[in-house]
């Protein structure tokens, strides 16, 4: 009898127990941790961004139209050049030749003109005393005519060879800095299709530009004149300033993504920008200062159903809930009451968000705002009860199965 009492007292223990365990561990389990941030003023910017190459405002390609040996070169790279300064000779002797050659000619074909001219004056003073035939004066004033354009034509050979020969003096276009050097004394250059590159000079460093590539989904938005900012990995934390100075209409098809190329303006006063950095480009698009911001995430946070605050108009459940708290937002603002004018009066369609708070029972109660401008990051509150320094859930932390905090996503579900 008494070992029977003694099992029933350890059975009732082992129960007690087992019950307490499992409700305590069910307690814990249910325990909710809320993310929370806070309702702030500050600024809100839309920008397009893109990624562009620096170059100096005007750049030009030297080059030369005749053929030859470099004989001396005198700049290099990083010179600084002035406007038809000689930065480059090209060995003259074969084009001094052909002045020479061109000079002979021209002196053969006046002596055969002056030839022809005399032969001509004496046929043509037979012809008047009828000592020579018409055909003998016809023959005479042909043979001179010809000589003349001959005359004519060798003249223009020998303007021809000193105009060349000229060309071997490589004179600076403009005044500027020698970015690129693409010869050397000794290298054989030759003008045949296209001029050969001699050098690459930039006319003034202190102007330069961006040339970025903007997705078709945002060149609508870009305009003239829009500020822009933008950052170099030559310089990772400094920010450079310009602006738009052309938006050009020509595509650029890359792996059929189409995109148009947006001049740039920038100052570079102290020299630290470069030609052919990589920009990493942000237009301004729009902006508002001072304006009441929340974290996008508040506005996309969707809690579970079990966690909303049931009021006590709402006897069918937590979503008649928020239907009746939105009815009533709407209906005392309408009429004017402490929300004021109703925010979304003639709004056709238009819905508004929510962010939602946690009350004195640990549950969450909505309260319904109109978002503005947005740069990802931030959302404008242009119309809605909150003040800033406010505190609204952006995320929920349940306990893991073994204890731990598992944040979970918009729906309350369990991330790992």
Avoid: C
């Amino acid at each position: 009898m008494k070992n029977r009492i003694v099992l029933l007292v350890v059975l009732a223990i082992v129960v007690i127990g087992a019950g307490g365990f499992f409700i305590f561990s069910n307690g814990s389990a249910g325990d909710v941790n809320y993310r929370f941030e806070k309702v702030s003023r500050g600024d809100v910017q839309v920008v397009v961004t893109a990624t562009g190459t620096l170059n100096a405002d005007t750049t030009v390609q030297v080059g030369t139209q005749v053929s030859g040996t470099i004989q001396k070169l005198y700049v290099d790279f990083n010179s600084k050049v002035k406007k038809n300064q000689v930065v480059a000779l090209i060995d003259p002797t074969f084009l001094q030749s052909s002045v020479e050659d061109a000079e002979a000619n021209l002196q053969r074909a006046k002596a055969q003109t002056n030839v022809s001219k005399r032969t001509f004056e004496r046929t043509k003073a037979l012809m008047a005393k009828n000592l020579a035939s018409q055909a003998d004066y016809d023959n005479a004033i042909t043979t001179y005519e010809s000589n003349v354009a001959a005359q004519k034509q060798a003249q223009s050979e020998l303007d021809r060879a000193n105009i060349n020969l000229k060309y071997a003096t490589v004179r600076s276009p403009i005044e500027g800095v020698v970015i690129s050097r693409n010869v050397d004394v000794g290298q054989t250059v030759a003008a045949s299709f296209a001029a050969p590159v001699l050098f690459t000079i930039a006319n003034d460093l202190t102007k330069m530009q961006v040339q970025a590539d903007v997705d078709e989904a945002d060149i609508g938005r870009v305009q003239v004149g829009q500020d822009v900012s933008f950052t170099v990995d030559a310089y990772p934390e400094q920010t450079f300033h310009g602006s738009v100075a052309q938006i050009r209409l020509a595509p650029v098809t890359v792996q059929n993504v189409v995109n148009y190329t947006v001049i740039i303006d920038v100052p570079n006063p102290d020299m630290k920008l470069m030609p052919g950095m990589t920009a990493t480009v942000s237009i301004l698009i729009s902006k508002k200062e001072g304006v009441l911001k929340v974290p996008t995430i508040a506005l996309r946070f969707q809690p579970p159903q079990d966690l909303i605050e049931v009021r006590k108009d709402s006897a069918a459940g937590p979503e008649d809930s928020v239907r009746a708290e939105r009815r009533r937002q709407f209906m005392q603002g309408a009429a004017g009451g402490q929300g004021g004018q109703n925010p979304w009066a003639g709004r056709a369609g238009f819905s508004p968000s929510r962010l939602w708070v946690l009350t004195k029972d640990k549950k969450l109660s909505p309260i319904f705002v109109r978002p503005g401008m947005s740069d990802g990051t931030f959302t404008e509150i242009v119309h809605g009860k909150v003040d800033d320094g406010q505190e609204v859930v952006v995320g929920i932390l349940s306990q893991r199965p073994n204890g731990g905090n598992t944040p979970l996503g918009p729906g309350g579900r369990m991330r790992f």
